[in-house]
């Protein structure tokens, strides 16, 4: 018999009809659906009965399916002919010589390529670091966009000229930087910058690769400890009853609501960041510069943000006034002679040195942030296991239990 293709409409019970193509062969029955998201095997199938449809020469065949469900297979009178010939003859597995799905666990390439990229990445930026030198230059100009034009010394000796990330300190100023190495050797560049362009771009896929790696070693390991193969776990498969459909249902929901809240995590840490880089700007564009001394410090800690006192004078009057700080709270101690710069307007508005500028809320909000953007990979990471197995449930009709699993297969979904 040669193959036959033809529209048909697949309607599993007690569930929604999907319009698709039914392709019959001498060796297998299947259908899929329009875009081919979603297939599913009719070999093994009996036909139960075979009716005249509602509309002019389509039939509506009920079939037993292999894994003990029911559904009809509306298709036009040649097509119903073709399907019923080449289910001819195949009977009904039983629970015994029913077929075993080889359930095998995910390769991990794109794991130990999320792994290796990001690896990759931060060991390029160590490697600038490390083979590059300290040296402490000379502000000449700049635009005030975040970048000073600079001048400093080589280790040989040679007068160097460039461009450097800054916090637009004024011409003459000092400050330290780490001139890169190989493999982009002579670029000045502040240390805070190494850090954060190898952790923001690197530490991410590599964290989830690593995560990931884990947990595939941990299913092998778990498989190993059973003494069984996940092929043999595969006899244990559950039919994707309406709890089971009930239970991904919840759980995509579940994972979606994770991973919206670490995407608003995710925002607000971003907000954060530029409103603070924001007014960072905008009080040293109208500030003026004085000089302070520290009376007092207040570490920076996980429950309580760095802050200091300053004394300044201010339009003839001096007295001491408080500036959070966050972590460079921890670079300060009392009697330190600091660079003030204060809106004279409001002269409470202030920060020393380089340190950034940001409004009190920002703090408060910050930690918060940080915390629910941590959920943001795992949500991820959670969406895309339970779209992997509603794709496996809607082809196999079928979810793979663990050793845990409860009766309808659900408990241990999300590891699959």
Known sequence: MDSVRGRARLTPSGATGRTGTVITSPSAVRWRSRLGLRRVGLTGARVLSSRTGDRDGDVALTLALPDRSTAVLRVSGPDAAAVERGLTGVALPTAVDQPVTDVRVPRSWGAIGAVALGGLWMLAVGCLFLTGYWTTV????????????????????QPRRGESDCYDEPAGSRFEVRVSGWPAAGEPTLVETYVGIGL???LPPFLLGSGRLLQLARRRRQELHDGTSTALHARGEEVADERTVRALDRERRWAWLVTGVGALGVGLVLTVMIVEIEADADLRAVGVTTVGTVVEVEPDTGIDAGSASVRFTVDGVTRARDVTLGGYADDYVAGDVVDVVYDPVAPDRFIIDDALY????TGWLLIPSLLLAVAAPFGVARVLRVGRARRHLACTGKVPPRRDSGADGVTGLLDW
Do not use: L, S
């Not at 000379?138 to 000796?157: L, Q, S």
């Not at 940001?358 to 809320?361: A, D, E, K, N």
């Open 200 to 202: 923001v771009v690197g």
């Open 138 to 157: 000379t502000v000449t100009g700049g635009a005030g966009d975040g970048f000073c034009d600079i001048v400093w010394e080589d280790p040989a000796g």
């Open 358 to 361: 940001g409004p009190t809320w």
